[in-house]
């Protein structure tokens, strides 16, 4: 699967982009708001051209290259509150997701997919997006699909459930499928975080690897508005204090041979995950370099798609795509 382009925005830290990359699309275009998430694709990809620019100010017709792609991809900042959406009053993240399609108006690529919140595919409270998606890309040739996946049926030591949009012209529409789960068995975090909890010689990893037995809840990056980093809502942290792990911050480094785990004694003797470690809870390579302080290392990694998923969602796209339009799908 090989020759395919797209254009990506609402880059964040690439981990859609980077998935897509690694199903056979190169990238003609990435967008982000974001100079740190902007810092983390060109240091990660020095070849790929990245623009530092707002989704909402994006002209397409400065920028041709643009133009004549084969999937426009979108892993858009999550809807906060779903009743507001289509509402005047709405947030950036509702007034994203309108923009992406509009986008699709300029560009004119053979597939469209936007990831976002689990509801965008089914709640009643999302239903006046799938109207307003369906009102402006259908008169275009586009027909639809709307589904869930879950991270942790890819080989991602997490449940982290997205809501996702596939729109893809009619000659291919007929032959694209959801991606079917690529694992049998969850990978569990303990088996994904082991070998760096033993890098500095700390001599309970192996044990903590044996409690830590289970994918990790939902990683959450929060807002800019919020103070600094943590694991997630309150039933998260709860569920990484069973893995004896503190979930109320984030690390600056590994255990070290002297540390004393003892979750029992409370919050200081749990360990702590660090931003390097939770990228790997999302998928991402050792090597994927995030840049930035801390607490925007850790939200560029929450918020971003899996690139496991994303190579998933990537290689369902292609299959349609390379497909003979005039030869008809199995199925």
């Given at each position: 699967?090989?020759?395919?382009?797209?254009?990506?925005?609402?880059?964040?830290?690439?981990?859609?982009?980077?998935?897509?990359?690694?199903?056979?699309?190169?990238?003609?275009?990435?967008?982000?708001?974001?100079?740190?998430?902007?810092?983390?694709?060109?240091?990660?990809?020095?070849?790929?051209?990245?623009?530092?620019?707002?989704?909402?100010?994006?002209?397409?017709?400065?920028?041709?290259?643009?133009?004549?792609?084969?999937?426009?991809?979108?892993?858009?900042?999550?809807?906060?509150?779903?009743?507001?959406?289509?509402?005047?009053?709405?947030?950036?993240?509702?007034?994203?997701?309108?923009?992406?399609?509009?986008?699709?108006?300029?560009?004119?690529?053979?597939?469209?997919?936007?990831?976002?919140v689990p509801g965008l595919a089914h709640s009643d409270a999302y239903q006046q997006f799938r109207d307003f998606a369906r009102a402006e890309l259908a008169h275009l040739g586009y027909e639809f699909s709307w589904f869930v996946v879950n991270a942790v049926d890819f080989g991602v030591p997490q449940n982290r459930?997205?809501?996702?949009?596939?729109?893809?012209?009619?000659?291919?529409?007929?032959?694209?499928?959801?991606?079917?789960?690529?694992?049998?068995?969850?990978?569990t975090v303990g088996a994904v975080l082991g070998p760096t909890m033993a890098s500095r010689g700390w001599p309970d990893a192996a044990r903590w690897v044996a409690q830590a037995d289970r994918p990790a809840p939902t990683l959450v990056g929060g807002s800019k508005n919020r103070g600094g980093a943590d694991l997630g809502p309150t039933g998260a942290k709860r569920t990484w204090a069973t893995m004896g792990v503190n979930g109320h911050t984030v690390?600056?480094?590994?255990?070290?041979?002297?540390?004393?785990?003892?979750?029992?004694?409370?919050?200081?003797?749990?360990?702590?995950?660090?931003?390097?470690?939770?990228?790997?809870?999302?998928?991402?390579?050792?090597?994927?370099?995030?840049?930035?302080?801390?607490?925007?290392r850790y939200r560029q990694v929450g918020h971003a798609t899996p690139p496991p998923v994303g190579e998933a969602l990537g290689r369902a796209v292609a299959t349609a795509l390379i497909r003979d339009p005039a030869v008809p799908a199995a199925g």
């Open positions: 699967m090989s020759g395919l382009t797209f254009v990506d925005v609402c880059s964040g830290a690439g981990g859609l982009a980077l998935g897509l990359e690694q199903a056979g699309f190169e990238p003609r275009l990435l967008l982000d708001d974001d100079e740190d998430a902007v810092a983390t694709l060109r240091a990660n990809r020095p070849h790929w051209n990245v623009l530092h620019n707002d989704l909402l100010d994006f002209d397409p017709t400065e920028h041709p290259v643009s133009h004549d792609v084969d999937l426009l991809s979108a892993g858009l900042p999550r809807v906060k509150s779903s009743a507001t959406v289509g509402r005047a009053d709405s947030g950036d993240e509702e007034r994203l997701l309108k923009a992406t399609v509009y986008l699709v108006h300029a560009i004119r690529p053979r597939a469209v997919l936007i990831e976002n459930r997205q809501g996702v949009l596939v729109a893809v012209e009619r000659q291919w529409a007929s032959a694209f499928r959801p991606p079917a789960p690529t694992v049998e068995q969850p990978t690390g600056d480094v590994v255990p070290d041979a002297d540390f004393v785990w003892n979750p029992e004694l409370g919050r200081d003797n749990m360990v702590k995950i660090t931003v390097e470690q939770a990228a790997l809870l999302q998928g991402f390579p050792e090597a994927w370099e995030i840049t930035g302080r801390k607490t925007a």
